[in-house]
C-alpha cells in the first residue's frame, strides 16, 4: 500500500480568512473538514502541516517547537500576504496554544482554542504520545505485531533533545 502523506491546504472563499491550526502528532487531515464546513460559509481557509508532521515518527522526533511555531506563524503571514484582514485562527490541541500566541503577535479577528493543554506535558507524556502515533503509522504500514514492537523499543530509546526545547520569538 502507498500512503500519501498529508499536506497543507487552501480553500478560497471570500474575503474573511481561517487560519486552522492542528495538534502535535496530528496533521492537516485533523481540521481539513472543518476548513471546508468555513469555506462552504464564504471564508478561506489555510491549514499548514508542521513540519516532521503527517510523515514518519522518526521524523517527527526530529523536528523541534520552534520548527512548528514558524510553520503556524508562516500561516497566518501567508493569508496576511493574499490580502486578508480579517483572519480568525482555530486550533486544536497544540494548533490551540499556537492559535492564542498568535494572537498576541498578530490582528486577530477571532481566536479559537479547542483542548488546548492547560500544562506543560513531561517527555514521558510526549514519548508516550509519539509512540502511539508511531504504532498506528506502522500498523498502517503494514508491519506485523512483532515487528512494530521492535521498531518501537527502537524509538524509545532515542534521545528527546529537541522536545526539550521551547518555542522562540
Not at 62 to 88: C, F, M, N, Q
Amino acid at each position: 500500500m502507498k500512503l500519501v502523506p498529508p499536506q497543507s491546504f487552501t480553500y478560497r472563499g471570500g474575503a474573511r480568512a481561517a487560519l486552522l491550526l492542528h495538534g502535535y502528532t496530528g496533521n492537516t487531515l485533523h481540521v481539513r473538514k472543518l476548513g471546508r464546513f468555513l469555506n462552504d460559509r464564504g471564508y478561506t481557509c489555510h491549514g499548514p502541516l508542521y513540519k516532521g508532521h503527517g510523515s514518519t515518527p522518526d521524523e517527527l522526533l526530529h523536528t523541534k517547537p520552534s520548527e512548528w511555531w514558524k510553520d503556524a506563524v508562516e500561516g497566518y503571514e501567508y493569508l496576511e500576504r493574499e490580502g486578508y484582514e480579517e483572519i480568525a485562527i482555530v486550533g486544536v490541541s497544540l494548533g490551540g496554544v499556537f492559535a492564542l500566541r498568535l494572537g498576541t503577535l498578530f490582528p486577530a479577528k477571532a481566536i479559537v482554542s479547542m483542548c488546548a493543554p492547560v500544562r506543560e506535558k513531561g517527555n514521558e507524556d510526549i514519548l508516550r504520545r509519539v509512540l502511539e502515533y508511531a504504532h498506528w503509522f506502522k500498523s498502517i504500514e503494514g508491519k506485523d505485531e512483532p515487528q512494530i514492537q521492535r521498531e518501537l523499543q527502537e524509538l524509545a530509546a532515542e534521545p528527546l533533545h529537541s522536545l526539550d526545547q521551547r518555542c522562540a520569538n
